[in-house]
């Protein structure tokens, strides 16, 4: 009998460690090549580490303004306006968190009442589900179509009941590197139109999009965007995902809720680091206008490498990841063929399947190409031996 303090009943139940975690931590254990968990292997510009060290030294290191440091919230702003032509008032439409992940929990808690149903994508990103079931609501999964995971909005239409509250979208999109057009917007526009659907906008790879396609943000299209809670992550943009500073911009009333919840989740994120990143918005806005191509790049140069592989794949349209069908190879299950590729072959991937309520119709694996080519060249070597 376990000890009467303990909880009787988990509060959720089903809920392991991360995937992120397990296959890290088995690429680590077995020396494997980690392309599991997404994260860069190269360093954040040199200026930006700059501004850290001063503000380190400048003694910036007592608490931020629980909204964020004005300085930072005034880029985010100023760059909100300057992409997608949306003006936010910095001081009641911007938060700043700790990291996505914070600002995606907060925006789930802060609009999510008991036995509200939300919308999820599958696969879909794995911090949504249990969010929305601390929260007390439900969560309803959707599968997206397959194999080009464009969202198949009649679907989407159907699933909608007097319950459904928030639709969570995430472009680009993780892990399938699928990224909304200009019609989905349409579509979700002519769809959510005279509804209570309130939006959850997941536009942490906001910068990561290839072949000229523009990222179609929640923040562009006035109507959705007055009904949406849009949260983007400097962790992807300045390669730092250990920094963990993200954001969320939201309509003055959306944020009002949001900001409850945050004071008592975070209350304020890391000051130094905010400091820097409000610098370096300023001082180099042109960083993250040259990701595309430069992701686009380690993009193409994985694909050249892994074009004589047995594995299959279309090229990733966003987002740091390459989703490949091992079907030719085997009839294994993905996250058991997930391990075995780890501790056998040496290089860790991400399972699909752990982010679908329904089983996939082809098998997938996700690898991320976030690294240093000579990293990548040592895993396509590999993974063409297969
Ligand atoms: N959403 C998606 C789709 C992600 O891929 C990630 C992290 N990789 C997050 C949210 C969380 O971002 P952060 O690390 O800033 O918390
Ligand atoms: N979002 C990252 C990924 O998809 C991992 C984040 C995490 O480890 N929680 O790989």
Redesign the pocket.
């Known amino acids: 009998m376990p000890p009467p303090f303990l909880p009787a009943r988990s509060k959720l139940p089903d809920v392991g460690t991360t995937i992120f975690t397990v296959m890290s931590q088995l690429a680590a254990e077995h020396g494997a090549i980690n392309l599991s968990q997404?994260f860069p292997d190269f360093p954040a510009p040199a200026g930006l580490l700059d501004r850290v060290t001063h503000h380190l030294q400048a003694g910036h290191n007592q608490y931020a303004p629980m909204s964020g440091l004005p300085a930072l919230r005034a880029q985010i702003a100023r760059k909100t306006l300057a992409l997608y032509g949306r003006a936010v008032d910095p001081d009641t439409e911007v938060t700043v968190t700790s990291?996505?992940?914070?600002a995606?929990f907060c925006a789930i808690e802060a609009v999510v009442q008991a036995g509200d149903e939300v919308l999820c994508l599958d696969p879909a990103?794995d911090?949504y589900d249990p969010a929305i079931r601390l929260a007390g609501g439900r969560p309803v999964h959707v599968p997206l179509r397959q194999p080009d995971f464009a969202v198949d909005w009649d679907r989407v239409r159907a699933a909608i009941t007097p319950r459904t509250r928030l639709l969570i979208l995430?472009s680009p999109h993780?892990p399938t590197g699928a990224v909304l057009s200009a019609k989905d917007m349409a579509a979700l526009t002519d769809m959510v139109r005279g509804s209570r659907l309130l939006l959850l906008g997941?536009e942490?790879?906001e910068h990561i999009i290839f072949d000229s396609r523009r990222h179609e943000s929640l923040l562009r299209h006035p109507e959705l965007a007055d009904r949406s809670l849009v949260?983007s992550?400097f962790?992807?943009t300045y390669h730092a995902?250990g920094w963990?500073?993200?954001y969320c911009v939201a309509p003055a009333a959306l944020t009002r809720e949001f900001r409850r919840v945050h004071q008592f989740v975070q209350f304020c994120v890391v000051t130094p680091m905010q400091w820097a990143l409000a610098d370096f918005l300023e001082s180099d806005p042109g960083h993250y206008l040259e990701l595309p191509a430069f992701y686009q790049a380690k993009r193409d140069r994985f694909c050249e490498l892994l074009a004589p592989s047995r594995f299959r794949f279309t090229p990733s349209a966003g987002t740091y990841f390459q989703l490949l069908d091992y079907g030719a190879i085997t009839d294994e299950a993905d996250v058991a063929y997930a391990r075995r590729l780890t501790i056998e072959a040496g290089v860790a991937c991400i399972p699909v399947s752990v982010f679908c309520a329904e089983p996939l119709a082809t098998p997938l694996l996700r690898f991320c190409f976030a690294k240093d080519v000579a990293t990548l060249e040592r895993a396509a070597e590999i993974l063409c031996r297969i």
């Open positions: 997404g990291g996505a992940t914070e995606l990103y911090s995430n993780n997941d942490v790879y949260v992550s962790g992807k995902t963990k500073i993200g």
